[in-house]
C-alpha cells in the first residue's frame, strides 16, 4: 500500500494482512534528538550503563557511585547512595543555567483567563510555597494528599511537596469524598491541599466541599490530617473550619522566595499514586525520585523528540492521573520544556476549544487519549480544520490502544499527514514510558506501541513464562528492572509480590496480552484481568462491584468492560435484587445505581448501564463468569457455557433483557 507520495511502505503483519508502514521523513530524521538506531544495540548490551549516563544529566548534590541494586529482588533501588532535589532539578537548575526568562507554563483556564510563568517564576512560587509547607509541618518522610484541579498552583503544590523530600498523593478530582478518604487514610496524609473549586463544562465542579465530607466520614480510621489548604479557584463559597482550613492565598504573604533546596537520598519516596487493581482496595503506587526522574525526562526527550528551546508541548492529561505526574510535572519540567496547561475539557465551550489553544499558543507536540482522539472524530474534521495547527511536529498517544482507524484520522486531520504518531504503552506503575516508537527511527504502524525503549526490555511470554515467537501472542512482561519502576505497594510489600512478580518469579508481569508481529513489533490487547480501562482510565470491577452491592437493595453484582466506540471499554453491571427488597422499584433501580456508583467511587465508574437480573452465571466453584456476560453485554454469540453450574443461566439472563 502506499499513499500520494509513496512514503507508506507496506508490511505483513500476520497471516497476510498487510499494516502499513509510515517511515519516518528524511527531514525529521536529520533533526531528530536520537536518529542513530545504534542506541538499542548499545543500551541492551549494558543498560545500567546507559541508565547512568542519563541519571548523570540530572543534577545529584551527591553523584551516585551505585546503579542498580538487584539484591533484594523484587525491590529495586537504582542510583541508592546518590543524592538529588527532584524539584531544583526541575526548576533552580534551569534558572541557574540562565533559562529563568523560558516559559514553563502558559496556563488556561476554562473560563478563558490566562496565566503565564517562566522558569524563574515558577521557581519563585515553588519555594514560597515549600515555606508555607514547612511553616506547616510538612517535612521529609510526610505525605500531602492534594485534590486539585489543573491550575498552576497543582504542580507548585506537587514540587513545593517534592522539594522538602515529603510525598505527594495526588487524587483525581473526579474521585468521590469516600474514595478520597480512603486514599488518606491509606497515606496517612497530615495536610490536604485542595482549592474551593475549578471549572469543568462551564460550572464550577466543587472540590473542598468533598474534603469535607471525605474528613467527615467515619470509616474506623483515626483522621491524620490536621491542615486544609485551600486555593481560591472557583469562588464557590465554602466553609472553612477554625483551626483546620488555611487559604492558600492568604497564608503564602507572609512568605518570600528565599529556600535551599536540600538533597535527598536518589530513593527517597516522590509520590504515592492510587490506581485500580483485581481487588476492591486501590492500590497504593510508590515511585522514587532519582530513578524515576531520569526515566520520565529521558523517555520525554527522546520519545517526543523535545527540543526545550523551540517546542511548546501540551499533556492534556489531568495531574491526577500518572501521565500528569511524570509528562506533565516531572518529566517536561526536568527537560526545562514550555507547556500548556488547560483546566477544563475539550468540548467547553465548543468542540473547537483544543484546536484553538494549538493555533493560540503555536503547540508543536501534543499527547492525549484515544478516547478523546474518537470523541474529535465523532464531532467531524470540520471542527479541527477551521483551525491553524500548522504548528504540530510530533503526536503522542497514550492510555489504551489506539486503533488504526482514530491513527489515521489523528495523522491527517490533527498532524497534517506529516507528524509521526507515538503510542506509549506503560502503566502508573512502570512510571514512564516502556514501549514506543522513537519518532526519528522507528517505521510507524497504526496501532502499535512497536518498540520497548533502549534500555528496556519488555517481551511477550507464554503462560509458563517462555518468550512467545514473532507472529505470536501471549502476556506482556519486562525483564529486567528499570529505573522509575514502581518500588512497592504502599505499606503492601505481600501485594506487591503478588500482583507483579508471583507469575513469573523474575519477570514483572504488567497484566496486558499483547502479540508480536511477524516484525516483532509489539501489539497491545489490552487488559487479561479485570482491570477496566474507560477512557484511559484504569478501574476494577471488584471495586465497582462492592460499591454496587453496598446499596440496600442489591443482593448480588457482576461488573464487565463492554467495548465501546468512544470509551474504550464501557462499565456495565448486572446485579440480582433482594428478594424481600421493597424500597427500589425496578424500574428505578437503574438510574439508582448508577448515581449510587458515581457517588461511592466518582463519576467516572458511572455504569453505562445497570441490568437487574434474577441470577448471574457461576461456575461450579461459584465463580462469576464474566466473561460471558461481556458478550451479553456486547450482543454478541454468548461464549461457551459447558463450565456453568446451571447452565440454563445465560438463555435466561438473555431472554429477561429482551424482555427488559
Ligand atoms: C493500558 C496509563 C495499549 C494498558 C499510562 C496498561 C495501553 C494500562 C497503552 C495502564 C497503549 C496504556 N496501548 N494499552 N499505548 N497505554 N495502556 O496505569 O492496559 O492508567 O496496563 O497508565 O493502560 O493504565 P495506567
Redesign the pocket.
Known amino acids: 500500500m502506499t499513499d500520494q507520495n509513496g512514503t507508506i511502505e507496506s508490511h505483513p503483519l500476520q497471516h497476510g494482512e498487510e499494516v502499513e508502514v509510515y517511515p519516518p521523513s528524511d527531514e525529521f530524521r536529520a533533526q531528530a534528538n536520537v536518529r542513530d538506531s545504534s542506541v538499542y544495540w548499545q543500551a541492551a548490551q549494558d543498560p545500567e550503563a546507559y541508565w547512568a549516563e542519563r541519571a548523570r544529566q540530572l543534577k545529584w548534590s551527591k553523584p551516585f557511585t551505585e546503579i542498580l541494586d538487584w539484591s533484594n529482588p523484587p525491590f529495586a533501588k537504582w542510583f541508592a547512595d546518590g543524592e538529588l532535589n527532584v524539584a531544583a532539578n526541575c526548576l533552580d537548575r534551569h534558572v541557574a543555567a540562565g533559562l529563568g526568562d523560558r516559559v514553563a507554563i502558559h496556563f488556561e483556564g476554562e473560563p478563558g483567563d490566562t496565566r503565564t510563568l517562566s522558569y524563574a517564576e515558577l521557581t519563585h512560587e515553588v519555594k514560597r510555597a515549600a515555606n508555607m509547607l514547612t511553616s506547616l509541618g510538612v517535612s521529609a518522610g510526610d505525605r500531602v494528599a492534594i485534590y486539585m484541579p489543573m491550575i498552576p498552583e497543582a504542580v507548585i503544590a506537587m514540587l513545593a511537596v517534592a522539594r522538602l523530600g515529603a510525598a505527594h498523593s495526588v487524587v483525581f478530582g473526579g474521585f468521590s469524598a469516600e474514595s478520597l478518604r480512603a486514599r488518606i487514610d491509606d497515606a496517612q496524609a497530615e495536610l490536604v491541599i485542595t482549592a474551593d473549586g475549578g471549572y469543568r463544562k462551564g460550572r464550577v465542579s466543587a472540590l473542598k466541599p468533598t474534603v469535607d465530607d471525605a474528613l467527615a466520614l467515619d470509616t474506623g480510621t483515626p483522621l491524620s490530617v490536621e491542615r486544609v489548604l485551600v486555593v481560591q479557584r472557583g469562588g464557590n463559597e465554602v466553609v472553612m473550619q477554625e483551626g483546620r482550613d488555611l487559604w492558600w492565598h492568604e497564608e503564602i504573604t507572609a512568605f518570600d522566595g528565599q529556600h535551599e533546596a536540600k538533597g535527598f537520598p536518589s530513593e527517597n519516596p516522590l509520590f504515592i499514586l492510587y490506581?485500580s487493581g483485581t481487588t476492591g482496595k486501590p492500590k497504593g503506587i510508590l515511585h522514587t525520585s532519582g530513578g524515576y526522574l531520569t526515566q520520565v525526562s529521558a523517555t520525554h526527550s527522546d520519545v517526543f523528540d523535545l527540543k526545550p528551546e523551540t517546542d511548546v508541548y501540551w499533556c492534556t492529561a489531568d495531574i491526577g492521573?500518572?501521565?500528569g505526574h511524570s509528562y506533565v510535572v516531572y518529566g517536561p519540567l526536568a527537560n526545562g520544556a514550555t507547556q500548556v496547561i488547560y483546566e477544563g475539557t475539550p468540548e467547553t465551550p465548543d468542540w473547537g476549544r483544543w484546536w484553538s489553544i494549538i493555533q493560540k499558543y503555536g503547540v508543536s507536540i501534543f499527547y492525549t487519549a484515544p478516547t478523546a482522539i474518537r470523541a474529535c472524530m465523532k464531532v467531524g474534521r470540520q471542527v479541527p480544520e477551521q483551525y491553524d495547527l500548522s504548528s504540530i511536529r510530533v503526536l503522542g498517544?497514550?492510555?489504551?490502544?489506539?486503533n488504526p482507524e482514530a491513527w489515521r484520522w489523528y495523522h491527517e486531520v490533527i498532524g497534517g499527514g506529516k507528524a509521526p504518531i507515538v503510542?506509549?504503552?506503560?502503566?502508573?506503575?512502570t512510571g514512564a514510558i516502556m514501549i514506543a516508537p522513537l519518532p526519528g527511527l522507528t517505521g510507524l504502524k497504526p496501532g502499535s506501541?512497536q518498540v520497548p525503549q533502549p534500555g528496556i526490555t519488555a517481551t511477550i511470554v507464554d503462560e509458563q513464562g517462555e518468550r512467545v515467537g514473532h507472529g505470536q501472542g501471549g502476556l506482556l512482561v519486562v525483564q529486567r528492572p528499570w529505573p522509575s519502576m514502581v518500588r512497592t505497594v504502599w505499606g503492601d510489600d505481600q501485594r506487591f509480590i503478588d500482583t507483579y512478580w508471583a507469575k513469573f518469579g523474575d519477570q514483572y508481569f504488567?497484566?496486558?496480552g499483547a502479540r508480536f508481529d511477524d516484525d516483532g513489533d509489539i501489539w497491545?490487547l489490552?487488559?487479561v484481568d479485570d482491570v477496566l480501562?474507560v477512557s484511559?482510565?484504569?478501574l476494577s470491577t471488584a471495586e465497582i462491584e462492592s460499591a454496587l452491592v453496598e446499596h440496600h437493595a442489591v443482593a448480588e453484582s457482576a461488573v464487565v468492560g463492554a467495548h465501546d466506540d468512544t470509551t474504550g471499554q464501557a462499565v456495565v453491571a448486572f446485579v440480582i435484587l433482594k428478594s424481600q427488597q421493597t424500597l427500589l422499584a425496578p424500574e428505578q433501580a437503574e438510574v439508582e445505581l448508577k448515581q449510587h456508583v458515581a457517588a461511592h467511587i466518582g463519576a467516572i465508574a458511572r455504569p453505562r448501564r445497570v441490568l437487574v437480573v434474577s441470577e448471574l452465571p457461576k461456575t461450579r466453584s461459584g465463580k462469576i463468569m464474566r466473561r460471558l456476560l461481556k458478550d451479553v453485554a456486547e450482543g454478541k454469540e454468548v461464549g461457551d457455557t459447558t463450565t456453568l453450574a446451571d447452565t440454563k443461566v445465560m438463555s435466561t439472563i438473555q431472554d429477561q433483557l429482551r424482555a427488559g
Request: proline share 4%.
Open positions: 490506581t492521573w500518572i501521565t498517544s497514550v492510555g489504551e490502544p489506539i503510542d506509549t504503552w506503560w502503566q502508573t506503575e506501541a504488567a497484566g496486558d497491545l489490552g487488559r480501562n484511559g482510565h484504569r
